[in-house]
């Protein structure tokens, strides 16, 4: 899952972004309301952490600027701003959760994992295949009812592929899964990955079309945008 972390202060930014990623989280990180105006205009993603107070602007100004265009993105603002009034402030501007600073990550977590299934509309968000059962919850996998122990990035791919059972995931787009702004890709990580995880859950579970992408399931006919 791919989030934008809004934070000028770069001690917490550094803190929380090196954190999240060791959850298996993709995250880049932009400093100020202007860059995060333009990157969310711009590119895509699962969910953005807002800070508010921000320089070059605030960060209200680019909630009301996302929701204003019509950008569903799931964000949770996160600020010093405890108050009632800055609370119902930024949930009337758009935003999906609010925390306050200073908090415990393992809350954190627990929040992004609660947008997320508010957003996706899912009251039981368990994916299954072959056997093979996922919960984006509790980060557990399962194979014929037995637990498979992944790392952050071999869950972060099947998930990605078992969100959308059938289509084509081309490496790209798992690298985008995997991997923030900076970080440096082997050109080979997302196979070692699939090797992992066909070792430990089947081999027949995740397909290749070549030169095309990645699937679980029944391959469905690429759509704009499913390969690269």
Avoid: C
């Amino acid at each position: 899952m791919r989030l934008l972390l809004v934070e000028d202060d770069r001690m917490i930014g550094d803190s929380l972004r090196a954190a999240l990623r060791l959850d298996g989280y993709a995250v880049d990180w932009v400093r100020d309301a202007l860059a995060a105006q333009s990157t969310l205009s711009s590119e895509r993603f699962d969910l953005v952490l807002l800070d508010l107070g921000l320089p070059k602007g605030d960060g209200l100004e680019v909630l009301r600027a996302l929701r204003a265009r019509q950008d569903s993105t799931p964000v949770i603002v996160l600020t010093a701003r405890d108050g009632l009034g800055d609370l119902v402030a930024g949930l009337d501007a758009g935003a999906d959760d609010y925390l306050a600073k200073p908090f415990e990550l393992d809350e954190l977590n627990a929040r992004i994992r609660a947008v997320m299934r508010r957003h996706s509309g899912r009251a039981q968000p368990v994916l299954s295949h072959a056997g093979v059962t996922l919960d984006p919850a509790t980060r557990q996998v399962t194979k014929d009812g037995a637990p498979v122990l992944l790392s952050s990035r071999e869950f972060a791919v099947l998930e990605a592929l078992m969100q959308r059972p059938g289509a084509l995931l081309s490496r790209a787009q798992l690298e985008d899964r995997l991997y923030g702004w900076g970080e440096e890709i082997e050109s080979n990580a997302v196979s070692v990955y699939i090797h992992q995880l066909r070792r430990k859950l089947g081999a027949d579970l995740i397909q290749n079309v070549r030169g095309v992408g990645y699937f679980v399931g029944t391959p469905s006919s690429p759509k704009e945008g499913d390969a690269q």
